[in-house]
Antibody, heavy 120, light 112 residues
Framework: QVQLVQSGAEVKKPGASVKVSCTAS????????MHWVRQAPGQGLEWMGI????????SYAQKFQGRVTMTRDTSTSTVYMDLSSLRSDDTAVYYC?????????????WGQGTLVTVSS | DVVMTQSPLSLPVTLGQPASISCRSS???????????LSWFQQRPGQSPRRLVY???NRDSGVPDRFSGSGSGTDFTLKISRVEAEDVGFYFC?????????FGQGTRVEIK
């Protein structure tokens, strides 16, 4: 069965960086794009960007341009989301979610989420 | 960006009664292939989101048939024909027809 397993919770200080991983299983890793979406406490969901695990090409939301980097390792079926210059309002649960088409966007399975807390 | 406006934000319901959630988009969600990429997700407490419906009205495998999606253009609805205790949670819509994908604010469904 399809599984997206994310790395564990992180606590970071303002100005630091965080790298969250998402390891896929149960399907062909390079056949599905992967999005990253975050959910701040008491807030709605916010799309951050997408990576094509096959070629590694990416597209980021304007808000995160320059601060986010998405990469992948096909040997381990893992995608990574690196967010730098962290601020307190980056405190959120970060999700990876896969997409069979990408443009249009049709996400189906989601990871379990990774809580990132930014606090001094 | 396309703004997705969900209502209500909170929905107390009686077990066995119907429930309805609205999602309106600021632009038409009809894509160039003439499909409409509007999905509905359920997020139970402490769990990650689960997709219920995709392309407006297609129910995902394993989703009870008491859940149904409808709508067109800019106006969409998720209906639960008879609410059960396991339906408690957070429901949100997502549009995938226009870049970037955007989400409704979410609706919290609780039992009265």
């Amino acid at each position: 069965q399809v599984q997206l397993v994310q790395s564990g919770a992180e606590v970071k200080k303002p100005g630091a960086s965080v790298k969250v991983s998402c390891t896929a299983s149960g399907y062909t890793f390079t056949s599905y794009f992967m999005h990253w979406v975050r959910q701040a406490p008491g807030q709605g969901l916010e799309w951050m960007g997408i990576i094509n695990p096959s070629g590694g090409d990416t597209s980021y939301a304007q808000k995160f341009q320059g601060r986010v980097t998405m990469t992948r390792d096909t040997s381990t079926s893992t995608v990574y989301m690196d967010l730098s210059s962290l601020r307190s309002d980056d405190t959120a649960v970060y999700y990876c979610t896969r997409d069979p088409v990408a443009g249009p966007y049709l996400v189906d399975y989601w990871g379990q989420g990774t809580l990132v807390t930014v606090s001094s | 960006d396309v703004v997705m406006t969900q209502s209500p934000l909170s929905l107390p319901v009686t077990l066995g009664q119907p429930a309805s959630i609205s999602c309106r988009s600021s632009q038409s969600l009809v894509y160039s292939d003439e499909n409409t990429y509007l999905s509905w997700f359920q997020q139970r407490p402490g769990q990650s989101p689960r997709r219920l419906v995709y392309k407006v009205s297609n129910r995902d495998s394993g989703v009870p048939d008491r859940f149904s999606g409808s709508g067109s253009g800019t106006d969409f609805t998720l209906k639960i024909s008879r609410v059960e205790a396991e339906d408690v949670g957070f429901y949100f819509c997502m549009q995938g027809s226009r870049w970037p994908p955007t989400f409704g604010q979410g609706t919290r469904v609780e039992i009265k």
